[in-house]
Structure formats: C-alpha cells, structure tokens
C-alpha cells in the first residue's frame, strides 16, 4: 500500500487492472488491450563493484548492455541476480517495476530511461505482479524526483 500512497501524495493519475501474474514481456503483452499505455521492459543490472542500474526501455527494444554501463561510467554490466533484487528493491522475478525505488533507502539504483518514453502513456506493475497500471512518463519522472533517486535518459 505505500506506493499508493504516494502515488496519492504526489497527485499522480493511473489506471489499474488485475490479471494472473505475469513474469515476461510476452505474458504482459496479453493485458495490454484492457489498459492504456505501452509496455515497458524493466532490466535490473549490476557491475563487480556492487553498483545497480534500473534500465527503463519500450518493451520492443533491445538493451545494448555495453551501451548502457558506457553511459553510467559502469564496466561488465550484467543481470543482478534475484537475491540482489530482493535485497535492493525488495521485489520479486518478474516483477522488476521502477516503483521498486520506493525500498531503495540507500539510493544505490540509477535509473536509465529511454528517451524515446518521453510524452508516452507507460504500463508498469505497482511492485507486484498481479496487477499492472499506466502512468505518464511526466508522471513516472515527478515519482523518481521524490525518490530522491537519480536518472539518466538513454
């Protein structure tokens, strides 16, 4: 419920709906005709030096992993395991969302976001994988400021 209300707080809009859970972007693809928006593919990547990185992209693209820790200055980029994900976000496989940031009190998560998400309508699950709402990117962004967490756009 904190992310609720927060989401509140900050007078951010959504909608949401309620499906089985979902742990791919192909599974998450069959909802997306019940609610506005497109769907994103949520990496959580981590380098040898214990650095995190939660890469936003549309769920079409392909993550050029190299790109990506050029860009943040991190070098053997790779998957975080679901250990780390549980420690860092406390979240689940399958349920990678930016609203993670919500458990991330240390901050140790920059976000890369793709720049082509800008003005778009974006479907995320609200830190679980039973339910999916939209937000705008405007929105997802005033989220990430209160946060306190830092992005990079891609």
Excluded at 7 to 35: G, S, V
Excluded at 92 to 111: C, Y
Aim: glycine content about 4%.
């Amino acid at each position: 419920m904190k992310l609720y209300d927060v989401l509140k707080k900050l007078d951010i809009e959504f909608e949401e709906i309620e499906h089985e859970p979902l742990f791919t972007i192909e599974q998450a693809q069959l909802i997306k005709r019940n609610i506005s928006g497109i769907g994103c593919k949520n990496l959580f990547l981590t380098d040898k030096k214990d650095n995190y990185v939660l890469c936003i992209l549309e769920e079409n693209k392909r993550a050029d992993i190299n790109q990506i820790g050029a860009l943040v200055g991190m070098s053997h980029l790779s998957f975080a395991d679901v250990k780390e994900l549980q420690m860092i976000l406390k979240l689940e496989k399958g349920s990678v969302t930016p609203f993670g940031i919500l458990n991330d009190s240390d901050n140790r998560v920059l976000l890369v976001i793709d720049k082509e998400l800008k003005g778009k309508r974006l479907l995320f699950h609200p830190n679980i994988n039973t339910k999916t709402i939209s937000v705008t990117y405007d929105n997802l962004i005033k989220f990430i400021k209160y946060e306190r967490h830092n992005y990079i756009l891609l």
